[in-house]
């Protein structure tokens, strides 16, 4: 039976880098298939992981109609066992929905790489209509750390170096480079993974650890230490 999977994550969990993987895995055993992706940070047409591997792919674009593409290519001979659909999450929910109908009409395993959330902690449309169509969403092994090192949970946009909650849900770009600005004298702009805990901060690692001014302290940050002198708490004082 065909499947309909969903691999997510943060930035920098290696989705791309398990995209290409199971392309190579299935193509091991004599499957065919074909890989999608859009808006990959290499460039237009391509899939591209951090650990330097470049696979040629079809850019997906908002009016690519995944059924008349594929049923196309099978009636010109091609024979397809699987797709690989990278960046899933800048995918429309029509196309979500065609690639569904791939699954259960063509018998063809589609599996779907993307992020779930973008900067503001809301799902990507994309990404949401999979969590409801998936046959399987499995969430990636490989944690992303936040500057803390915890498990990074949470995407964060900086806009020349102050992370923001507000703007286009869609900006591309990558944790691994410096933050940039898309035409000279326009605001530099860079992602990061963090922990809850410092993306509700809005606390990145080009912030100081210390409190900032518009943040309050936890109640058990607050106060001083206790002591070893001090005399220990009997049931009177609580």
Request: with cysteine; charged share 25%.
């Amino acid at each position: 039976m065909a499947e309909l999977l969903f691999f997510s994550g943060t930035m920098d969990c290696g989705k791309s880098t398990l995209a290409l993987q199971m392309d190579h895995n299935h193509k091991a055993r004599g499957r065919r298939g074909v890989l999608f992706s859009s808006h990959d940070r290499g460039g237009e047409s391509i899939i591209s992981s951090r650990l330097g591997l470049r696979v040629p792919a079809v850019e997906v674009l908002p009016d690519t109609d995944f059924w008349s593409e594929l049923a196309d290519r099978q009636t010109r001979g091609a024979r397809i066992d699987y797709v690989v659909c990278d960046e899933a999450q800048f995918y429309t929910t029509r196309q979500i929905d065609e690639l569904a109908r791939v699954v259960d009409e063509m018998g063809i395993d589609v599996f779907c790489f993307g992020i779930t959330s973008d900067f503001r902690t809301r799902l990507f449309p994309g990404s949401q209509r999979l969590i409801e169509l998936a046959d399987r969403v499995q969430v990636l092994q490989v944690e992303a750390l936040c500057w803390c090192g915890r498990r990074a949970t949470h995407n964060a946009r900086t806009v020349d170096g102050v992370m923001v909650v507000e703007g286009d849900q869609m900006v591309v770009g990558d944790v691994d480079a410096a933050p940039v600005a898309a035409e000279p004298g326009e605001p530099a702009i860079g992602y990061e993974t963090l922990c809850r805990r410092h993306h509700m901060r809005r606390q990145t690692s080009g912030v100081s650890p210390s409190l900032s001014s518009n943040e309050m302290p936890l109640p058990f940050e607050a106060g001083s230490p206790v002591r070893p002198e001090d005399p220990a708490l009997s049931l009177q004082d609580l």
